[in-house]
């Protein structure tokens, strides 16, 4: 589990950091009624060992889960970028996510315990949902299947100033050659995030680069912010 001190941190610094609302949950069999509320698992974690009522919300057996970050977009930066604190520590789930709000799932792969999950080596940029579905057999009398506790953003997309193309916290000459190797330049077509397009309208273009300029953030230090 993350330490209290990244955690106070990302609070102080992002204005959403935890799942905010509930797209679907289909309960297996043998939940306890005070761990069949899906919307325990939105917010923060509660960090309380055993966990009172309505706290945790347990999938059952087979159970699934499937959650919305509404206010933030979960991208790819340095190391695991979304964090599931599965509350029981050892139950499996097959792991989804998605960056249409859940209208199509990417597989993140299958974790036991709490889940690290690095969009980059799932060939994802970005996300805004996710799905568990648990893998049986499930244990917990009353809590059977996994427990999610809360899910945790660690980089998103509010995090880095337009031109830092790597998303590695620094506007430098790397993030332009990057951006200008995907040859989408005034190209006319869609580009991303890693591709140029900084200022969120689908191209790579001047604009773009004047975006970046802006910020008045080239060859400047890495902030905080932007390097968790």
Avoid: C
Avoid at 10 to 16: H, N, T
Avoid at 86 to 94: H, V
Avoid at 108 to 121: C, E, S, T
């Amino acid at each position: 589990m993350l330490g209290v001190e990244f955690l106070e941190q990302r609070r102080m610094l992002a204005g959403d950091m935890f799942a905010d609302a509930v797209i679907e949950y289909l309960p297996g069999d043998g939940v306890a009624e005070e761990h069949r509320n899906p919307a325990s698992a939105l917010g923060p974690p509660d960090g309380e060992s055993p966990h009172p009522p309505n706290t945790i919300v347990s999938l059952g057996e087979g159970g699934r889960l499937s959650l919305l970050f509404v206010d933030e977009v979960i991208v790819d930066g340095r190391s695991w970028d979304l964090w599931v604190d599965e509350a029981g520590s050892s139950d499996t789930g097959y792991y989804y996510v998605s960056s249409d709000g859940g209208k199509t799932w990417h597989a993140a792969g299958r974790f036991v315990g709490d889940a690290y999950i690095d969009l980059g080596r799932i060939g994802v940029s970005e996300i805004n949902a996710i799905r568990v579905i648990d893998a049986p057999p499930s244990g917990g009398a009353d809590t059977p299947g996994v427990d999610i506790d809360a899910v945790v953003a660690r980089h998103v997309a509010s995090d880095y100033h337009p031109g830092d193309a790597d998303r590695n916290g620094r506007f430098d000459t790397a993030d332009i050659v990057q951006a200008l190797q995907a040859n989408k330049y005034d190209a006319g077509v869609n580009a991303t995030w890693g591709e140029g397009d900084w200022n969120d309208d689908g191209y790579f273009n001047r604009l773009d680069i004047v975006a970046a300029l802006e910020t008045g953030t080239y060859l400047q230090p890495v902030s905080f912010r932007n390097s968790l």
